[in-house]
């Protein structure tokens, strides 16, 4: 398919060059490569937080870290993987694909996608510096109350409640972003059931975001001003109940589970039909159980508070709408293998991450039912039986995915293809190192090890299993330098990709790789789920899929925009609100230091409103010159 | 799998500010979504803790008569956004001026008459550290304070376009979508005000 | 399910349970322990009623691990592309009767495993009845506190005790438990699953452990994160015979006796003016008056000298141990106490008060003698 370059028709010329472009940048896919960016950066950050925990626990009575480094780098490990690794790189993925696969231009507001991101990056660097500036949050990524309000000379809850706050605020801002493109920016033709699964999971993800992180806000803002203003929302002497917290962030917490999974469930959704050379087995099947797993997420957030006494009566009916979620993830993982069956499956890389995942993943899915067995629970809750499972979800499931899917869509970013022998090093390392790390945590948890803890004892039978686990997570770190090095390398020593390498089934291939600023010359028609694969292929009597004859197209097969193509102008305003606004939870955060924080926030407040004021009156596309 | 291409296009060839406007209104609703769920979980926090008074003053201390009088001003701010909104699409800037002025005054007030129950709490002794129920109170309403106070900013952003005469559609802000946020925000304060002024069990 | 449980170290497994663990290797590395503090190495009867359920769901769930995994395999390797063979596959979209299969077969099994789950639930949340020894429990930043309500001693004062729990087998005790200061997590993993202590709430744990275990010790720790010593906030309970329970009770509820001469005297002045800022004895003098000093901030230290071990089970409780804890208790246990506010209570460690070795002797001489 040949594409023509329609930048005469764009009224402008786009601007791709040097920092400043990027910093102005309000192009859907720069924005998608600077949260990849950024995330695998911050990857390498929470890696070696995990690496240290794990260096620590090799042996009993580890002497690495004190109590104190254990405590912050546990807890950072557990925040920064959550809100600076996977979300960022679901969200880079979401970015750069969702415009694509739907036929659309950029998202609904390239402004507000832009100070997403900033106030992404911000928020994340503050939370990091907090190692350099007065220690890191220490309460865990569940920052439980009332430890979190308990110890308020140190700031390093502040940084939490503050950080996790701003954070929130920017999913909110893109999960309505992608709300709206999806809901009105389809190509002519694309319906919601022709939609591909990684958007349909997207927009139940987008959904639960919104939903779910105004109730941790209201959370977060409850620790702050106990920790700050001297309210007792958590106070047991005053007859606050530390177990508000725990609903608060559970409501939002087990959401947030499947905000991290439902994603990579997508690309796989998408990986394996192309690569057995059958659609998706069950699509509406697929689409409704993400749907299903979304409503259901938000009713099951007490199965993480099993020991807390809550009571038999909600204790039981908590576990059995755990035991139901399992249903629609069962369907999702039937349906999978149903698709490799009676395919011609081309096993490579990004296959390979894909069947690591529903591999790892029925691991995975299994514990967290065995979390529904009430009484089982009670023995397996806080332990790092716990902590398997759900890296067993989270990395084996959710990382996996996401990874597949660097391999797969990377040649869309780059135009050009990874390294094949590398991206297979790279899978049978994790794979093994995966497995060695955290298959060996259910035993240690069953046999009494609970999670959190800094150290050990002899004589309790942890330290095989503890050694295993720390040459395993080496083994991963291994892979993941391999997986950097052929990242790295691709952009210029990969060969070319094309437009479409893996004779693929949606939209997003039909263009340039790398795509042209506007995505696509000419809006495809969509006629079919599959639009692409529908313009290549028939199928004969057999059901079987033939070529078409060259050049067979129905007509008509693009859209012609009447006025041209309008593309919204760069501008600097998102990242000077993001970062008025972060300047301004900063002093928040030091706000008890009197006034460094006060003065902090003036100043963050007056950068706000410039870059507030300053995107307001500013036009979405400026005159062409 | 043959589509009518007339349903195809009709979505398709909508004008690029109505759609623009269609895209707005849905990541407005969004956003209101979430709201939702803010202030449900604020709310939540109040029953929870609507009779750890902790020793100190609880629900008898609401002077439901002032707070009555503040709320129907609330209300009326409402009407006189419905009217701004109208006068801005009958292209009557003038007159739309004249309303969102009123609307934001109506909101000022609304903002003035809580500063002054505040104080007259805190006199009698309930503040932010009294008891949970003063914490939650405090939170409730005053994070539904700040949402009035930010759409009074937004209103007189609003105010100050249209005297410059760049308040067009093609603009992010327009009188639509802070009409639907005021309209919000003073739902909220209805429910609010049934469920921690009036309903005390 | 009933099983016979034998004397020693070999246990008979009931049928059920032999065929329980069958399918493979893994499965029994997560079946069985012989391990001190494992959850698979049931001692009572609610960890073994836990244990059982377990057990069942393990089945369970390796049997759908083994179908799903076996089905992705097998589809890997013979559906994989194969150079002779250039025909593209069927395209096949999906099919109904299927999804409905698939959807409803996880359903049955679950609402099977969801029976007995909900019925041990349900057993095991139910109050205690009978002949019950009752035990408070208080979680604190980092040790534990025992106190049992129906042991009295002579004035009145019920039994404390801290970090060493003794129970009688055959009989259930009851644990009435809260929290000083943050949420704990009381957790004796073969006497049963864990339970949260939370500040300003109540919650309650049966155990009711074997009769064939008397003697043994049996160690469990915290288990929700608790901040700095988390990880060295453990526990030990010693399983006893009913008659060697009444014993201990009965020593237990006897004064420390105040010593009048050699080092452990000059030890009791140091106690009275140092230690007991925060620790509480109950001490007799001379003249037989039985009075009790020091505030009830940290462990009670009147039977300090029985306890096997110190520091929440951090050391074996020898005079070594306890010379070294007090000339520096952050060396053993990660502690804060420079942020001790006695104005509301929050104490997070023991101090070093820089005592001299003379002064630390004469502890060490006090303590360990108070059996």
């Known amino acids: 398919m040949a594409v023509t370059t329609r930048t005469e028709d764009l009224g402008y010329t786009p601007n791709t060059d040097g920092v400043w472009s990027w910093i102005t940048t309000v192009d859907h896919k720069r924005i998608g490569i600077m949260y990849a960016v950024s995330a695998l950066v911050f990857s390498l950050v929470g890696g070696l937080e995990a690496l240290l925990i794990r260096t620590q626990l090799a042996g009993p009575n580890g002497t690495v870290l004190s109590a104190d480094a254990y405590n912050q780098l546990f807890t950072m490990h557990g925040i920064t993987m959550v809100f600076a690794v996977i979300m960022p790189i679901a969200a880079a993925f979401q970015n750069y694909m969702i415009p694509l696969q739907i036929g659309a231009r950029d998202v609904a507001f390239p402004r507000l996608n832009a100070f997403a991101y900033w106030l992404f990056l911000f928020s994340v660097l503050m939370l990091t510096s907090s190692f350099f500036l007065g220690g890191s949050p220490d309460g865990a990524w ?84 106990d920790r700050n203003f001297g309210t007792l929302f958590y106070a047991a002497q005053a007859s606050g109940d530390p177990l508000l917290w725990q609903h608060l962030f559970w409501v939002f917490g087990h959401p947030e589970v499947y905000v991290l999974v439902l994603p990579s469930m997508g690309i796989v959704s998408e990986i394996l039909p192309t690569f057995s050379r059958k659609p998706l087995f069950g699509y509406s099947f697929v689409v409704f159980s993400g749907i299903a797993i979304g409503f259901l997420g938000f009713g099951v957030w007490a199965h993480h508070m099993f020991t807390a006494g809550l009571g038999p009566v909600a204790e039981a009916g908590f576990g059995i709408t755990t035991m139901l979620i399992a249903v629609p993830t069962g369907v999702k993982i039937f349906n999978w293998i149903a698709t490799l069956w009676g395919g011609k499956l081309t096993l490579n890389t990004p296959m390979l991450f894909s069947i690591g995942f529903i591999a790892m993943f029925v691991i995975g899915g299994l514990s967290g039912v065995t979390h529904a067995i009430v009484p089982a629970d009670t023995q397996q809750h806080d332990t790092y039986y716990v902590v398997a499972h759900f890296h067993y979800v989270l990395v084996g499931g959710a990382a996996f995915g996401f990874i597949a899917g660097v391999y797969y869509w990377l040649p869309k970013w780059t135009g050009k293809m990874l390294n094949e022998k590398l991206g297979k090093w790279h899978f049978w390392l994790m794979f093994l190192g995966f497995n060695l790390t955290f298959g060996p945590m259910h035993i240690l948890g069953l046999n009494g090890m609970p999670r959190r ?38 952009p210029r020593k990969g060969l070319p990709a094309g437009d479409d390498p893996w004779d693929a089934r949606t939209i997003e291939w039909m263009t340039a790789s790398p795509p042209a600023v506007h995505n696509f010359d000419r809006v495809p028609v969509v006629r079919h789920l599959d639009e692409l694969w529908h313009r290549k292929y028939g199928v004969d009597e057999e059901g079987r899929a033939v070529p078409l004859p060259d050049g067979y197209v129905e007509e008509p097969a693009f859209i012609e925009e009447p006025g041209g193509i309008h593309m919204p102008s760069p501008s600097f305003y998102p990242m000077i609100a993001a970062f008025g606004l972060v300047t301004l939870g900063a002093g928040l955060v030091f706000w008890s230091s009197g006034i460094l924080g006060v003065g902090m926030m003036v100043i963050g407040a007056g950068i706000l409103m410039w870059g507030v004021f300053g995107w307001a009156g500013e036009p979405i596309t400026r005159e062409a010159h | ?146 949402h009035v106070a930010i759409g009074v900013l937004m209103l007189a952003m609003l105010i ?30 209805i429910v609010i005000f049934t469920v921690v002024y009036l309903i005390q069990i | 399910m009933q099983r016979p449980v034998a004397n020693g170290g070999g246990r008979r497994r009931s049928l059920t349970r032999t065929l329980a663990v069958v399918p493979g290797a893994l499965l029994l590395a997560a079946c069985s322990s ?73 359903a049955v099994i679950l609402a099977a495993v969801a029976v007995p789950t909900l019925q041990t639930l349900f057993d095991l949340r139910s109050p205690a009845e009978g002949d019950v020894v009752n035990v408070n429990v208080t979680g604190h930043q980092w040790w534990w506190e025992f106190e049992y ?15 060493e729990l003794h129970l009688p087998v055959g009989k259930t005790a009851e ?23 939370v500040p300003g709430r109540e919650t309650f744990i049966k155990i009711t452990p074997d009769a064939d275990r008397a ?20 526990m030990l309970v010693f399983l006893q015979t009913e008659s060697d329970f009444a014993a201990w009770a009965a020593s237990q509820t006897q004064p420390a006796d105040i010593p009048t001469d050699g080092l452990a005297a000059s030890g009791y002045e140091t106690f009275t003016a140092v230690c007991a800022a925060c620790h509480q004895a109950v001490v007799a003098g001379p003249g037989g008056t039985v009075s009790v000093v020091g505030e009830a901030l940290a462990p009670d230290l009147t039977h300090f000298g029985s306890r096997s071990t110190l520091g929440a089970r951090v050391a074996s409780n020898t005079a070594e141990h306890l010379a070294q804890w007090i000339d520096n208790p952050s060396d053993f246990k990660a502690m804060a106490p420079d942020l001790n506010d006695f104005g509301t209570g929050r104490i997070l460690g023991m101090p070093d008060y820089g005592l001299g070795d003379d002064e630390i002797a004469g502890l060490v001489a006090l303590l360990e003698g108070w059996k």
């Open chain 1, 142 to 225: 569940t920052g439980y109350a009332n430890l979190s309000t308990q110890v308020t000379e140190y700031v390093r809850m502040d940084y939490y409640a503050i950080g996790v706050q701003l954070l929130g605020i920017a999913s909110i801002a893109s999960s309505a972003n992608f709300i709206a493109t999806i809901f009105t920016m389809r190509a002519p033709g694309m319906t919601m059931m022709r939609m591909p699964v990684f958007t349909w999971m997207s927009l139940v993800t987008s959904f639960l975001l919104i939903l779910s992180l105004p109730v941790i806000g209201v959370g977060l803002w409850q620790m702050f001003f």
């Open chain 1, 453 to 490: 803890t800094y150290r050990y004892p002899e004589g309790l039978g942890f330290e095989f299993w503890n050694g295993m686990a720390t040459i395993g997570s080496f083994i991963i770190a291994l892979s993941m330098l391999v997986f950097i090095w052929n990242v790295i390398r691709t």
């Open chain 2, 1 to 146: 799998m043959a589509v009518a291409t007339d349903d195809v296009f009709e979505e398709y060839e909508e004008s690029t500010e109505d759609r623009l406007d269609r895209t707005r209104k849905t990541a407005m609703w969004i956003w209101l979504g979430s709201e939702v769920f803010f202030f449900g979980a604020m709310i939540s926090t109040f029953l929870l803790y609507r009779n750890s008074t902790n020793g100190g003053p609880g629900a008898e201390i609401f002077n439901i008569p002032f707070t009555s009088a503040s709320s129907f001003i609330l209300l009326m701010s409402s009407l006189t956004m419905v009217l701004a909104d109208s006068a801005f699409s009958r292209r009557d800037q003038r007159q739309g001026r004249i309303w969102l002025i009123g609307t934001a005054g109506l909101g000022l007030t609304f903002l003035a008459g809580q500063i002054f129950e505040f104080t007259e709490f805190v006199d009698q002794g309930l503040t932010l550290s009294t008891s949970p129920f003063g914490s939650a109170f405090y939170l409730l309403t005053g994070f539904h304070g700040a």
């Open chain 2, 160 to 189: 100050a376009f249209s005297l410059q005469g760049r308040l067009s559609p093609d603009h992010g802000m327009n009188v639509e979508l802070v009409a639907l946020y005021w309209h919000f925000v003073d739902i909220v304060w």
């Open chain 3, 34 to 106: 012989t391990l001190p503090q494992s959850s698979l190495n049931p001692k009572s009867a609610e960890a073994r009623q836990i244990d059982d359920l377990w057990i069942l769901v393990l089945v369970i769930a390796t049997i759908v691990f083994v179908i799903v995994e076996a089905a992705l395999v097998f589809a890997i390797f013979r559906f994989r592309k194969r150079k002779d063979d250039d025909r593209e596959p069927k395209q096949i979209h999906g099919n109904t009767a299927l999804e409905i299969v698939w959807s409803i077969i996880p």
């Open chain 3, 149 to 163: 309500p129906d042991i009295l001693d002579d004035q009145g004062r019920p039994l404390t005790t801290a970090n």
């Open chain 3, 175 to 197: 644990l009435k438990m809260t929290s000083a200061d943050v949420i704990h997590s009381f957790w004796v993993p073969p006497l049963g699953g864990k339970r949260d202590l």
């Open chain 3, 215 to 234: 003697g043994e010790q049996i160690p469990g720790q915290c288990a929700e994160f608790c901040w700095l010593s988390h990880a060295d906030m453990r």
